[in-house]
C-alpha cells in the first residue's frame, strides 16, 4: 500500500489545496495529515500500511463497520436507475418514500413523518425552521427561544452552531443567530457539587431549564434542544433522574422538545433512538452519521404528527428545502443500511453482548491512577484523565494531556477521541470479543506510557 499511495506527495497537495474542519492550520501544514486509505469491517489503514482498529466508528458514525459491498452495491445500483432527482416540484421516488416508511417504522410511535437534509448541522436548522414557524402557525409566533445546553453540539452552520453550546464555535460566529440560551450541561463528574449524589444533581440540571424558562417568560420558549448524550461534549451520561424531569418541564410548560439524535440514532445505545431508552417523547429528532453507516450523506428530522397537522392545516409554502433532500442514492443506502443493521441483529446485540463489553472492558481502568471515572452507555464511552483520583483535579492547560494519549492510542494502531482530557469511543456496532480484547490491551498500554509521561504532574 506504501508504494501504491505516496504518503508525503498526498499530504503536500492536501496542504496546498485542503482547509480542514476544526483544525489549526499551521500546525497541520507542518505535521501533515495521517492518510486513511481503506476501510475493512472494524479498522482502517493508513498509507504506511498500518492497519487500526476504529473506537470512533469513524466520527459516530460507521455503525456496520467498514468495506460493506452491500451498500456499495445498493448505491450503485440506485445510480444507474435514478441518480438523482430532486423533492421540490410535487415529485417523489421510490427510495425516499421507502426510506421514509422505514424510518417511520422505527420511530417512536407519534413521528411518522421525515424531512431530509445531507448533514446533521443541516437537519438541526432545519429543526429550528420547524419549531419557529409551527408557532406562528399556531398563533404564538413570540414563541422563539430554544434553550439548549452548554457545552452541546449540534452542528456547525450559523443556527446550529449558536444553538450548540461550545465557546469555541460560538467565538468563531460573527455574531451569534439569536434566540438560544444555554443551561448546564447533566455532567455529574465535573459539574457536581461535593457530596451531591448523582440522582440529585441530576435533578438541580433538569431544573436549570425550567429556572431558564421562567427567566425568558414561559410564553416567550418554543423548545428545548437536548442530545439524549452529549456526544461531542465528552459523552457525558445524564443521571437517571435527568431526562424524566425534563419530560415533566417540557410538558408543564408546553413547549416542543427536540432531541438531537446525530450520535445516538441507529442503534448506539441499543435501541433504534435513544429518546426510547431515555423514556422520553421528543416532537422532533434530527440524524445523520449512521442512517447510511456513513457511506453516503444522508440526515433528516423525523416530526411528530402535532407539528404535521399544523403545517397541514396552512395553505402555503414551507420555505426549506435542500438541493440533496431525500437524494435517492442516499435514501437507497440508508434503507440497506437498515436491512442490514436488522438482519445483523446489531441494536439488540448492543443492549445484550457489545454494550455490556464496552462497559466491562472501561471498568478494567477505573482503579488507574490516571483515571478519575469510567462511564458508558451502549456503544459509547468515556475515560476521564485527572491528575488526581481523590479530588477530581485536572492537569494544566486542559486538553494537553488527552492529546499525550490519544497519540499513544493511535502508535498503537487504535483509535480514540481526546474530548479536552476526556478519551472517548463509539465503536462500530460489529465489534466481537476479539476486537474489545484488542482494544483492552492497547488501553492498557497507552495509559501506562501516558502515565509515564505525566506522572511528575499526578498528586502525590
Ligand atoms: C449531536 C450532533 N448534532 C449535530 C452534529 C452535526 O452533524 P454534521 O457534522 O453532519 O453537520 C453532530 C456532529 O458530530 C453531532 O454530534
Given at each position: 500500500?506504501?508504494?501504491?499511495?505516496?504518503?508525503?506527495?498526498?499530504q503536500?497537495?492536501?496542504?496546498?489545496?485542503?482547509?480542514h474542519p476544526?483544525t489549526?492550520?499551521?500546525?497541520?501544514r507542518?505535521?501533515?495529515?495521517?492518510?486513511?486509505v481503506?476501510?475493512?469491517?472494524p479498522y482502517?489503514?493508513?498509507?504506511?500500511?498500518k492497519?487500526?482498529?476504529?473506537g470512533?466508528?469513524?466520527?459516530?458514525?460507521?455503525n456496520?463497520?467498514?468495506?460493506s459491498k452491500?451498500?456499495?452495491?445498493a448505491?450503485y445500483?440506485?445510480?444507474?436507475?435514478l441518480p438523482?432527482?430532486?423533492?421540490?416540484f410535487?415529485?417523489t421516488?421510490?427510495?425516499?418514500?421507502?426510506?421514509?416508511r422505514?424510518?417511520?417504522?422505527?420511530?417512536?410511535p407519534?413521528?411518522?413523518q421525515?424531512?431530509?437534509g445531507?448533514s446533521?448541522?443541516?437537519?438541526?436548522d432545519?429543526?429550528i425552521r420547524?419549531?419557529?414557524?409551527?408557532?406562528?402557525?399556531?398563533?404564538?409566533?413570540?414563541?422563539?427561544?430554544?434553550?439548549?445546553?452548554?457545552?452541546?453540539y449540534?452542528?456547525?452552520?450559523i443556527?446550529?452552531?449558536?444553538m450548540?453550546?461550545m465557546?469555541?464555535?460560538?467565538?468563531h460566529?460573527?455574531?451569534l443567530?439569536e434566540?438560544?440560551?444555554?443551561?448546564i450541561?447533566?455532567?455529574?463528574y465535573?459539574e457536581?457539587f461535593?457530596?451531591?449524589?448523582p440522582?440529585?444533581f441530576?435533578l438541580?440540571?433538569a431544573?436549570a431549564f425550567?429556572e431558564?424558562?421562567?427567566r425568558?417568560?414561559?410564553?416567550?420558549?418554543?423548545a428545548?434542544?437536548a442530545e439524549p448524550?452529549?456526544?461531542?461534549?465528552?459523552?457525558?451520561?445524564?443521571?437517571?433522574?435527568y431526562?424524566?424531569?425534563?419530560q415533566?418541564?417540557?410538558?408543564?410548560?408546553?413547549?416542543?422538545?427536540?432531541?438531537?439524535?446525530?450520535?445516538?440514532g441507529?442503534?448506539?445505545?441499543?435501541?433504534?433512538?435513544?429518546?426510547e431508552y431515555y423514556?422520553?417523547r421528543?416532537n422532533l429528532?434530527?440524524?445523520?452519521?449512521?442512517?447510511?453507516?456513513g457511506?453516503?450523506?444522508?440526515?433528516?428530522v423525523?416530526?411528530?404528527?402535532?407539528?404535521?397537522?399544523?403545517?397541514?392545516?396552512e395553505?402555503?409554502d414551507?420555505?426549506?428545502?435542500?438541493?440533496?433532500?431525500?437524494?435517492?442514492?442516499?435514501?437507497?443506502?440508508?434503507?440497506?443500511n437498515?436491512?442490514i443493521m436488522?438482519r445483523?441483529r446489531l441494536?439488540?446485540?448492543v443492549?445484550?453482548?457489545t454494550?455490556p463489553?464496552?462497559?466491562?472492558?472501561?471498568?478494567?481502568f477505573?482503579d488507574?491512577?490516571?483515571?478519575?471515572?469510567?462511564?458508558?452507555?451502549?456503544?459509547l464511552?468515556?475515560?476521564?484523565l485527572?491528575a488526581d483520583k481523590?479530588?477530581?483535579?485536572?492537569?494544566?492547560?486542559p486538553?494537553?494531556?488527552?492529546l499525550?494519549?490519544?497519540d499513544?492510542?493511535?502508535?498503537?494502531?487504535?483509535?480514540?477521541r481526546?474530548?479536552?482530557?476526556?478519551?472517548?469511543?463509539?465503536?462500530?456496532?460489529?465489534w466481537?470479543?476479539?476486537?474489545?480484547?484488542?482494544?483492552?490491551?492497547?488501553?492498557?498500554?497507552a495509559?501506562d506510557m501516558?502515565?509515564?509521561?505525566?506522572?511528575?504532574e499526578?498528586a502525590?
Amino acid at each position: 500500500m506504501s508504494n501504491r499511495f505516496q504518503t508525503k506527495q498526498i499530504q503536500q497537495l492536501d496542504s496546498r489545496h485542503h482547509l480542514h474542519p476544526f483544525t489549526t492550520h499551521q500546525s497541520l501544514r507542518t505535521a501533515g495529515p495521517r492518510v486513511i486509505v481503506k476501510g475493512e469491517g472494524p479498522y482502517i489503514f493508513d498509507s504506511e500500511g498500518k492497519r487500526i482498529l476504529d473506537g470512533m466508528a469513524g466520527l459516530w458514525t460507521t455503525n456496520i463497520g467498514y468495506g460493506s459491498k452491500e451498500l456499495a452495491q445498493a448505491a450503485y445500483d440506485q445510480m444507474v436507475e435514478l441518480p438523482f432527482y430532486n423533492t421540490f416540484f410535487k415529485t417523489t421516488h421510490p427510495p425516499v418514500v421507502a426510506l421514509s416508511r422505514k424510518l417511520a417504522e422505527i420511530a417512536p410511535p407519534n413521528i411518522n413523518q421525515v424531512f431530509y437534509g445531507s448533514s446533521g448541522s443541516e437537519s438541526n436548522d432545519t429543526a429550528i425552521r420547524l419549531i419557529r414557524h409551527y408557532w406562528v402557525l399556531k398563533g404564538e409566533p413570540k414563541r422563539r427561544i430554544i434553550i439548549s445546553r452548554r457545552n452541546a453540539y449540534h452542528g456547525s452552520t450559523i443556527a446550529a452552531g449558536s444553538m450548540g453550546g461550545m465557546p469555541h464555535v460560538h467565538a468563531h460566529t460573527y455574531p451569534l443567530y439569536e434566540g438560544f440560551r444555554h443551561v448546564i450541561d447533566p455532567y455529574w463528574y465535573g459539574e457536581s457539587f461535593a457530596g451531591e449524589t448523582p440522582e440529585a444533581f441530576g435533578l438541580r440540571a433538569a431544573r436549570a431549564f425550567e429556572e431558564e424558562i421562567l427567566r425568558s417568560g414561559p410564553e416567550n420558549v418554543a423548545a428545548i434542544a437536548a442530545e439524549p448524550v452529549q456526544g461531542a461534549g465528552g459523552v457525558k451520561i445524564a443521571p437517571d433522574s435527568y431526562w424524566p424531569e425534563v419530560q415533566r418541564i417540557v410538558d408543564k410548560y408546553g413547549i416542543l422538545l427536540l432531541a438531537d439524535e446525530v450520535i445516538t440514532g441507529f442503534g448506539r445505545v441499543g435501541t433504534w433512538f435513544a429518546s426510547e431508552y431515555y423514556g422520553i417523547r421528543p416532537n422532533l429528532i434530527t440524524f445523520a452519521k449512521a442512517a447510511t453507516s456513513g457511506y453516503i450523506a444522508l440526515s433528516g428530522v423525523l416530526v411528530d404528527d402535532n407539528i404535521v397537522e399544523a403545517l397541514m392545516a396552512e395553505n402555503d409554502d414551507f420555505n426549506h428545502g435542500y438541493t440533496f433532500s431525500g437524494h435517492p442514492v442516499a435514501c437507497a443506502v440508508a434503507l440497506k443500511n437498515l436491512e442490514i443493521m436488522e438482519r445483523e441483529r446489531l441494536v439488540p446485540r448492543v443492549k445484550e453482548k457489545t454494550g455490556p463489553a464496552l462497559a466491562k472492558l472501561l471498568a478494567r481502568f477505573k482503579d488507574h491512577p490516571l483515571v478519575g471515572e469510567v462511564r458508558s452507555v451502549g456503544m459509547l464511552g468515556a475515560i476521564e484523565l485527572v491528575a488526581d483520583k481523590k479530588t477530581r483535579k485536572r492537569f494544566a492547560d486542559p486538553g494537553r494531556v488527552g492529546l499525550i494519549c490519544r497519540d499513544h492510542f493511535f502508535r498503537e494502531g487504535f483509535i480514540m477521541r481526546a474530548v479536552w482530557d476526556t478519551m472517548v469511543c463509539a465503536p462500530p456496532l460489529i465489534w466481537t470479543d476479539a476486537e474489545f480484547e484488542e482494544a483492552g490491551a492497547v488501553i492498557q498500554k497507552a495509559l501506562d506510557m501516558t502515565l509515564s509521561d505525566v506522572k511528575g504532574e499526578m498528586a502525590a
